[in-house]
């Protein structure tokens, strides 16, 4: 077993920090300096160094969603667990916040009704309270189908996307949808996300607020 | 772009499933059938086939866990994200149930008085709670280390612990104390585990009850 070193517990992190910026260093990647939080706060969620890969963000896209929460944006997740592991402190130092619509009792209802998941109307119902809203998806493809369709039937237009839901059914095409669809977003292609993913990239830009 | 599949939504994780054993087939590999249910469920929750090498089984463990859950046992997290996964309404149905110590302001008040993490106390508040105990641990390779202080000590020994802590820093120490501990476990060798992962792995436990 390799030895054990005692570190502080405010440490931790920092030091997490510095291992992963020293082995992508030895890997010879160079990340680009406005993403380079988001994507090594990412790695440290998951241990996974697959998203340097994989994780798109469109132009402007982070000054954009910190303007945005400037703005007491909500933050709209498809999971509870997502909603947990957003820092909702430093979001309310901005008048913003977080919130999810899946676990509503109307939207259980009229999802089964209309033969849908819970995500997609969930996403209806986001998208009819007031202000900026950013859309911040780790788990459902049906939750960013249901904001592609609005967008198309010019019913609504999200204010910025999070596209990293996980999985196997239409995972990949939904985040697709969002590339080059001129919503600021930061997608991760492919089929891997997740709820704990979703969080890092918010709390990644609310940390260099 | 791939061609869009209409699923409706009781049958998209069947789908997922069918398309994850199918890989796995073609990839040559074979589950064994104890642990099948959660292996494909945290392939699942990540998208990452690489846990079907890293995930440890100790003899037994799931018929273990089972027999704990009927027993009413608590599961214990360590971050709120990993019990807000966890499907709390089937725990119920066995007078079983999932909780967390990390927001409790006392276990805040010692860790930063002791120069520990919340984690490490907030595994000391858990051990004194009465009935049997799963601890379920996704994030901090310091809460396994208070554990096995404990177990050192002969202060306290855990029925049976899920280890799927994620990251750089002792991770995987943390991880390799429980596989020869004599504690029925699962654990997740090397840096790559998290919240979704363990609620995931709980969630299947359940699933087959």
């Known amino acids: 077993m390799e030895e054990l070193e005692y570190i502080a517990p405010g440490d931790i992190e920092k030091k997490s920090f510095e291992i992963i910026k020293k082995e ?15 994507i090594i706060r990412v790695i ?27 703005e007491g944006a909500a933050i709209i997740t498809d999971t509870k667990m997502a909603l947990s592991g957003i820092n909702k402190k430093k979001l ?31 996403m209806e119902h986001a998208a009819r309270i007031s202000g900026k809203k950013i859309f911040a998806i ?4 049906t939750a960013l189908f249901s904001l592609h369709e609005m967008m198309e039937k010019n019913i609504f237009s999200p204010d910025l996307v999070i596209g990293v839901p996980v999985g196997f059914v239409n995972v990949v095409q939904s985040k697709e949808l969002f590339l080059s669809s001129g919503i600021p977003c930061i997608i991760n292609k492919g089929r891997k996300g997740g709820s704990t993913v979703c969080a890092a990239i918010v709390n990644a830009i609310l940390k260099g607020m």
């Open 24 to 38: 992508l260093s030895d890997m010879g990647v160079e990340l680009p300096p406005e993403y380079e939080d988001i």
């Open 44 to 70: 440290h969620t998951t241990a996974d160094f697959d998203f340097v890969k994989t994780l798109y963000f469109s132009d402007g896209v982070v000054q954009k969603a910190r303007e945005l929460i400037k």
């Open 92 to 122: 309310a130092s901005f008048n913003a916040s977080a919130l999810t619509f899946m676990s509503d009792e109307a939207v259980g209802e009229e999802a089964k009704a209309r033969g849908v998941t819970r995500a997609w109307v969930s």
């Open 138 to 141: 780790g788990n459902a493809p």
